[in-house]
């Protein structure tokens, strides 16, 4: 695969975790506490979707993990 994959990682505010899909990676759905430990899933996780749905071999598979959290600042009034 020559491409990179697409993979967006959105932060779950009720259940506290970021949650990663991809419409690239067949069945690609997963989740953990930080984004560190989203990452170390996701260099797992993609080649065996990859391999289960039939995509062709290929040593490495490169992706794009695009993260989004929404939060809020408050400024401090003097």
């Given at each position: 695969m020559e491409k990179a994959l697409?993979?967006?990682?959105?932060?779950?505010?009720?259940?506290?975790?970021?949650?990663?899909?991809?419409?690239?990676v067949p069945g690609l759905v997963a989740e953990a506490d930080t984004a560190e430990a989203l990452l170390t899933k996701l260099r797992s996780l993609i080649p065996e979707l990859l391999d289960a749905n039939g995509y062709p071999d290929a040593g490495e598979v490169p992706f794009e993990l695009?993260?989004?959290?929404?939060?809020?600042?408050?400024?401090?009034?003097?």
């Open positions: 697409f993979v967006r990682a959105e932060w779950d505010e009720d259940a506290e975790v970021w949650v990663a899909t991809s419409d690239d695009f993260s989004r959290r929404f939060d809020v600042a408050h400024r401090q009034i003097a």
